[in-house]
């Protein structure tokens, strides 16, 4: 995982650090994502994207990926 930026994950994340998703602020207001099984590759998206998924997230819209 790059360490220019500052990485967190949720405290719901895998204690060994397995299963986690980390967050950061990257470049221009960009925030990127990255898994701890594959820190090199990391997604670029912006706040407002983010935000929407967020929101289909809390709404339940992608329950059926993880049920």
Not at 6 to 13: D, E, P, V
Not at 15 to 32: F, M, T
Request: aromatic share 8%; proline share 4%; charged share 20%.
């Amino acid at each position: 995982m790059n360490s220019e930026f500052n990485w967190q994950k949720s405290t719901l994340s895998g204690g060994g650090g397995e299963q986690c998703l980390y967050v950061a602020k990257g470049p221009d207001g960009a925030i990127l994502l990255c898994e701890s099984d594959d820190p090199a590759t990391i997604i670029t998206t912006s706040p407002e994207k983010l935000a929407a998924f967020m929101g289909g997230v809390k709404n339940g819209e992608f329950d059926h990926f993880v049920n």
